[in-house]
């Protein structure tokens, strides 16, 4: 049914459950593989790798005429989304740390700050704030927000910058008063 690469990826990217399968079970081993060696990390988080790296891929595969040029994409796909996971903990893991340095210590300026922001977010456009949120309260990354919105990296880094810019001149404003 499948005997050539270019049959398999191609009825993987038109989304016929059967190649998805079959692709699965053919290639976890090598993405498995890969994702240890990327990560130096445990298994459970190597299967959470490769969980995203086959939604990744089933999203995004095309026709590939053979097998080095897929597996060599392959391994791209679990490389990007291995780093994307291990930036993602790290920036938790900073949280936390801050968080934990803070302690629950009562500052009263953080609480004004926290509520001029939070006024600030209210007159933005609702758009911009999902992206800010996304970015900064979930940890996506540009490519992940880009890819579920349907807009290009570009544009979703501009509008982040933007808003952001405005959100600082709002401060620095504040602050010169």
């Given at each position: 049914?499948?005997?050539?690469?270019?049959?398999?990826?191609?009825?993987?990217?038109?989304?016929?459950?059967?190649?998805?399968?079959?692709?699965?079970?053919?290639?976890?081993?090598?993405?498995?593989?890969?994702?240890?060696?990327?990560?130096?990390?445990?298994?459970?988080?190597?299967?959470?790798?490769?969980?995203?790296?086959?939604?990744?891929?089933?999203?995004?595969?095309?026709?590939?005429?053979?097998?080095?040029?897929?597996?060599?994409?392959?391994?791209?796909?679990?490389?990007s989304v291995t780093y994307d996971a291990l930036r993602r903990e790290?920036?938790?893991?900073?949280?936390?740390?801050?968080?934990?340095t803070n302690g629950d210590r009562h500052m009263p300026e953080q609480?004004?700050?926290?509520?001029?922001?939070?006024?600030?977010?209210?007159?933005?456009?609702?758009?911009?704030?999902?992206?800010?949120?996304?970015?900064?309260?979930?940890?996506?990354?540009?490519?992940?927000?880009?890819?579920?919105?349907?807009?290009?990296?570009?544009?979703?880094?501009?509008?982040?910058?933007?808003?952001?810019?405005?959100?600082?001149?709002?401060?620095?404003?504040?602050?010169?008063?």
């Amino acid at each position: 049914m499948y005997d050539t690469v270019a049959k398999l990826t191609s009825a993987v990217a038109r989304g016929e459950e059967p190649a998805v399968e079959v692709f699965y079970r053919r290639f976890f081993d090598l993405l498995y593989a890969h994702a240890r060696h990327v990560s130096r990390r445990d298994e459970s988080f190597c299967l959470d790798v490769v969980q995203d790296a086959m939604l990744r891929i089933v999203r995004s595969i095309r026709s590939v005429p053979t097998e080095p040029q897929l597996v060599a994409w392959l391994k791209l796909v679990v490389q990007s989304v291995t780093y994307d996971a291990l930036r993602r903990e790290r920036r938790r893991r900073q949280r936390e740390a801050a968080r934990s340095t803070n302690g629950d210590r009562h500052m009263p300026e953080q609480d004004e700050r926290l509520a001029w922001l939070r006024r600030e977010l209210l007159v933005l456009d609702p758009a911009l704030v999902r992206l800010i949120e996304l970015r900064y309260l979930h940890g996506w990354t540009l490519a992940r927000m880009a890819q579920t919105l349907g807009l290009s990296i570009g544009t979703i880094d501009g509008r982040l910058r933007r808003a952001l810019d405005h959100i600082r001149r709002q401060a620095q404003e504040v602050r010169d008063d």
